[in-house]
């Protein structure tokens, strides 16, 4: 086809064709205004590859879930049998093909990607603002994930954007310039054009080439040749669409309804219209008029001329000729499967309250729900609380679709629709579940005060919910306190200490067990297992709370021992918590994978306040899985960043690393925006790094995590800061900003920085801070018990010892985190160690201790500390050489991830499910490795990688 002034879009779809067919893939947006050539663009496309997948976005079937990618996949969905069992079966209930549990929409995506990656073709996707959310969610994932598949996916939209095609290479259209329009206006007039007349139309319409076209069928000569004046104003845009109305006005009144009933199906069936049109007394011949001006076209199914066109036939028509063309479309929709369209024509046809009418709304909600459809969910729920005349009955359908919408993604419409319910209707249960609803919904839309009273209405929900439901009473305090966890002091309306004091409230009292915590001059803080204060003997008759191991009664909830263990910690401190919070972590631990998932948020917390390092990163590794295992990439992004900060805490900044870059791949298939990838960072692992800049760069973050509300990200900003001016040996820096995070006398949420404090206090000369600080970590890991906590202890303690007393307690700290995964602690006691070896002139001691920290340093790339290493050995005499050289062919993280997977004997169908792509895209990734490696072979891999 020739495409007049498109010589370059022609240009740009023919190099991704190319690329194609030689195993690369590429996503394209074509963006433009209506009738702007999208369409023809995207027919070119078709037109170079037969064998292309194609689809038009209907604005009537923009409610039902996965319609469109259900359409898209018809001819590849006989392969489905190949997927993975997980991915198979998500798909098939997302079709519609199989009855289960809703599946998660990434789960969706990824098996539509592996389809589209085992038959590499294009894929031309129209008019994508008229597709349903799910369906465009999902090609949208797969757009971002494509990569050496041979497949090219492209989009044609109207306007210039759309939210869910973030991250996605788009091509801007616009009208075509003065000697193409007039090209274009020649060809299609194919008589007497005057050029002056001509450029003015194309002038007058802005190049729009399905203006132009149209015009020059539908102006007579006298206009075109200039002997008679042109319309003012030029029909384009709106005014095209009246230009069309104005054709469809003219036809008889039988092809108007023919078209109106054609409009309002979405899925334009010749059949299913034609007994529709027999229902109205219309026969299949009067829609011969509309074919014969090019309106629309009747072939195996109904296709408009333009989606202006559809849209013109609609509007234009009364509201009682579309009431009855929904009510003949729902008479003769009678096959099960087409039941979700049968209750959306009669309730668009209903005119007032229709109760059974909006029952079946209701039930057809479910359905979408039960397949992963949440947006439609909530558009059903929304129609069947307009129909309905019963107050209550409205309130509990506008509850259930702002909750619909909410899992949909769409907290805007969440909020509006839980202004719109009435909370008198609802009863106590119904607005506690409002409440948390809202909670969840204001926070997804970024307003920082949202943030930080979102604790506080979980709180009020708790006390609806209390007299009625008390599990569901406790679920909201919980909710209350996993999400205090990011936002800390910043909360408003509540603290963390309410928090506490509200699950007692609820949930019986907790002993107050022992006496404090050791002081400085106790240098044996850790009890032995007989003198540790046993669980509270005041148990809740419901949880079980405080009961012994073993004893009579139901076994505690791990939810319960949880949020006992955050009571416990935030009224009580240490002295009372420390066994509950050990009983926390150890019911998380042997929880089933979905319960470890939903509380790993508390559970990686209270691994970290007992510096738990061996169930810490267990907890992160089983949440991950089932993550992965159940498609939840939401929730996968939440694991893969605490993993991330995880194992930086650990001082493992490698695998540190390889989370970072997990997540960041995670958010780029999600559609994450830049802004949104700024509260991602990790700052703590930036100051490892301790690159040029880093500490400006975290000075900047800082107020802008402190106005988001994000009280956590403020105290590890801090905290990151404090580790930089350890690592420079700038002990008073330091000392101001670990002094904002902790408050000396009560060991609290931030003990772990307790030893940086204890190090920073004593080399600035404030020995009374230094030995209050200990005290004050003496007490956490009393409570804690870890080999880490200890030897943190022991590192401390050497510090403040005097004279040649220091050295045990150097080498006992070395000693008990040489067992422990906590790499970079065990790297500073070396340092410290060292730093003391020399300042006696124990020369070779100092450089086997030094040296021992330059290795660990080095080996994770830790700059914060590698360099003041350095100088101490050069203090030391000889040359001192940074073992850490760049090379050529080190692996890209997504390379090092396909490796290492790979390595542990992952195939490419398992690996391209765990990372999200397809198996193409792991065989890229994969021969690249060899090539960088130089090995032939996955057991040449397994002999040469190492971690």
């Known amino acids: ?64 879930p996965f319609a469109a990618l259900h359409r898209l996949l018809i001819p590849l969905l006989p392969q489905r049998d190949q997927l993975p069992a997980g991915q198979r079966v998500a798909l098939e209930v997302a079709c519609g093909l199989a009855d289960g549990a809703p599946p998660d929409l990434y789960l969706v995506s990824l098996a539509a990607l592996t389809l589209l990656a085992g038959a590499p073709r294009t894929c031309v996707v129209d008019d994508v603002q008229w597709l349903d959310q799910e369906s465009l969610r999902s090609l949208a994932f797969v757009a971002r994930r494509l990569h050496a598949e041979g497949v090219v996916l492209l989009f044609g939209l109207r306007g210039a954007d759309h939210p869910e095609l973030t991250g996605i290479p788009a091509l801007d259209l616009t009208g075509l310039g003065r000697e193409a329009g007039v090209a274009l206006l020649g060809e299609v007039v194919g008589g007497p054009l005057d050029r002056l007349v001509a450029g003015s139309i194309v002038a007058a319409t802005g190049g729009n080439p399905l203006a132009l076209t149209d015009l020059g069928r539908e102006l007579s000569t006298g206009e075109l040749t200039g002997g008679i004046p042109l319309p003012d104003p030029m029909p384009i845009g709106s005014r095209l669409e009246a230009m069309y109305l104005a054709r469809i006005n003219g036809l008889p009144a039988a092809t108007r309804i023919w078209l ?180 969840v919904a204001a926070v997804s839309t970024g307003d920082p005060e949202a943030t930080r009273r979102a604790s506080a209405m979980c709180l009020a929900a708790a006390s609806s919910f209390a007299a009625e439901a008390p599990h569901r009473a406790r679920a909201a305090v919980l909710q209350a306190a996993e999400h205090s966890i990011s936002v800390e002091s910043a909360l408003h309306g509540t603290t963390q200490r309410e928090i506490a004091v509200a699950a007692r409230a609820g949930f019986g009292h907790f002993s107050r067990p022992g006496p404090p915590g050791p002081t400085p001059d106790d240098p044996h803080p850790t009890p032995s297992p007989d003198e540790r204060p046993g669980p509270s003997p005041h148990a809740h008759p419901e949880t079980g709370w405080g009961g012994q191991p073993g004893s009579d009664g139901p076994a505690p909830a791990p939810a319960d021992l949880l ?30 994978d979905a319960e470890v998932l939903r ?108 106005a988001l509300g994000f009280g956590a990200m403020v105290s590890i900003m801090r905290q990151s800061l404090a580790l930089i001016a350890v690592g420079r040996g700038d002990y008073a820096a ?76 150097y080498r006992e700290a070395i000693e008990l985190m040489s067992g422990t995964l906590a790499v970079g602690d065990r790297a500073r006691a070396h340092l410290l160690y060292g730093e003391w070896l020399r300042r006696r002139r124990r020369r070779g001691d100092a450089r086997e201790q030094l040296s021992a920290a330059l290795r660990l340093f080095e080996s994770e790339r830790a700059e914060a500390f590698a360099g003041r290493v350095r100088s101490e050995l050069a203090a030391l005499g000889g040359r001192v050489q940074n073992s850490v050289q760049e090379n050529d062919t080190a692996l890209t993280p997504q390379e090092a991830a396909v490796a290492r997977l790979a390595r542990a004997g992952g195939t490419n169908a398992e690996i391209a499910a765990h990372l999200y792509l397809s198996a193409s895209t792991v065989d890229y990734h994969l021969r690249k490795v060899y090539r960088k490696l130089g090995v032939r072979s996955r057991r040449q891999l397994r002999e040469n990688l190492h971690d």
């Open 260 to 439: 109106l009933l054609a409009a309002a199906d979405p899925g334009g069936d010749p059949a299913r219209l034609a007994a529709a049109a027999a229902a109205l007394g219309i026969s299949p011949d009067d829609a011969a008029p509309a074919e014969t001006i090019r309106l629309v076209s009747v072939r195996r199914d109904v296709s408009f001329r333009h989606p202006l066109v559809r849209s013109a036939v609609y509007n234009g028509a009364s509201a009682a000729d579309r009431r009855r063309a929904h009510l003949a479309l729902a008479g003769v929709t009678t096959d099960p499967q087409d039941a979700d369209q049968r209750a959306w024509h009669r309730a668009t046809a209903a005119m007032g309250p229709d109760d059974e009418t909006a029952a079946e709304l209701a039930r057809v909600a479910d359905r979408a729900g039960a397949r992963g459809g949440h947006a439609a969910r909530a558009t059903f729920l929304v129609r069947a609380a307009e129909l309905t005349g019963s107050p209550d009955a409205r309130a509990g359908w506008l509850l259930a679709a702002a909750g619909a919408a909410l899992q949909a993604g769409s907290p805007v419409r969440t909020l509006a629709l839980l202004d719109t319910a009435d909370d008198t209707a609802l009863g106590p249960i119904g607005r506690g579940e409002a409440l948390l609803i809202r909670a």
């Open 734 to 809: 330091g000392l101001a900003q670990l002094s904002k995070l902790v408050e000396l006398g009560t060991p609290g949420l931030y003990s772990r920085v307790l030893p940086d404090l204890v190090e920073c206090a004593l080399r600035a000369g404030d020995r009374r801070i230094a030995k209050l600080a200990y005290g004050d970590l003496a007490v956490a890991v009393r409570a804690s018990g870890t080999p880490w906590a200890r030897g943190l202890l022991a590192r401390s303690r050497a510090l403040l010892a005097a004279g040649e007393s220091a050295e045990p307690h």
């Open 599 to 706: 509380h790993v948020v508390l559970g990686v917390t209270f691994c970290t306040l007992i510096w738990d390092d061996r169930t810490r990163r267990a907890i992160l590794r089983r949440a991950e899985a089932h993550a992965r295992a159940t498609g939840g990439l939401q929730m996968l992004d939440l694991v893969v960043f605490l993993a991330a900060m995880t194992e930086t805490s650990f001082g493992r900044l490698t695998e540190a690393d390889r989370y970072d870059a997990t997540g960041r791949r995670i958010r780029e298939s999600i559609g994450a925006t830049q802004d949104q990838e700024q509260i991602w960072r990790h700052p703590l692992l930036l100051a490892w790094r301790a690159g040029d800049g880093v500490p400006e760069a975290l000075q900047g973050i800082l107020p802008a995590a402190e």
């Open 1 to 64: 086809m020739r495409l007049f002034g498109r010589e370059s879009e022609c240009a740009t779809i023919d190099a991704l064709l190319t690329g194609a067919r030689r195993g690369r893939s590429a996503s394209l947006v074509l963006r433009g205004e209506a009738g702007v050539g999208k369409t023809a663009l995207l027919t070119y496309a078709v037109e170079a590859t037969p064998d292309a997948l194609c689809l038009s976005g209907i604005e009537s079937e923009a409610t039902f």
């Open 563 to 592: 949020l006992a263990a955050y009571a416990s910690f935030f009224d009580g401190g240490y002295p009372e918590s420390g066994p509950h919070l050990r009983r926390a972590v150890e019911a998380i631990g042997r929880a089933p």
